[in-house]
C-alpha cells in the first residue's frame, strides 16, 4: 500500500526523480550530491525507502516512477478529503471557501469540471 505523505527531504528527492526519470541510480547519486548535498548511502537510503512504499521501482539500475506526479498528488488529496471531510468533497470546498473567496475563473473551472462529469 502506498504511503501517501512524504516528509520535505522526501519531496525534494521526489522531484528531482519525477523531473529526471528515468534516471541511472549513479545519475541520481551524483543530482542529489549536486542538489541536496547528500552522500550515496543517503541517496540509496531514500530510494529504498521510496520504492518500498510504491511510489518508484530501481530495476536493473534504472530508476522510475510507479506513481506519476499527478497520480500521486490525486492520491494524496483524495486521502486527505476522506480522513478530514469523511470523503465529502463538498465538505471540503465549504472549508475551503470558508476563509476564501474564489474568483470567477475558478468558479469557471470547476463548472466546467462538474458539467464534464454529468455528461
Known amino acids: 500500500m502506498v504511503e501517501y505523505r512524504l516528509g520535505a527531504m522526501e519531496t525534494k ?6 523531473n529526471n526519470e528515468p534516471i541511472t541510480s549513479g545519475e541520481l547519486v551524483k543530482l542529489c550530491e549536486i542538489e541536496l548535498s547528500w552522500k550515496k548511502s543517503t541517496t540509496y537510503t531514500m530510494l529504498r525507502r521510496l520504492c518500498e512504499r510504491g511510489i518508484f521501482q530501481n530495476k ?3 530508476v522510475f516512477s510507479l506513481l506519476s506526479k499527478e497520480e500521486f498528488n490525486a492520491l494524496q ?3 486527505f478529503v476522506e480522513e478530514t471531510f469523511d470523503g465529502s468533497l463538498p465538505q471540503f470546498l465549504a472549508a475551503f471557501t470558508l476563509r476564501r ?3 470567477k475563473k475558478e468558479i469557471d473551472e470547476l463548472q466546467k ?3 464534464g462529469y454529468r455528461g
Open 13 to 18: 528527492f521526489a522531484e528531482i526523480m519525477w
Open 60 to 62: 536493473n539500475g534504472i
Open 77 to 79: 488529496s483524495e486521502k
Open 101 to 103: 473567496k474564489l474568483s
Open 113 to 115: 469540471l462538474i458539467d
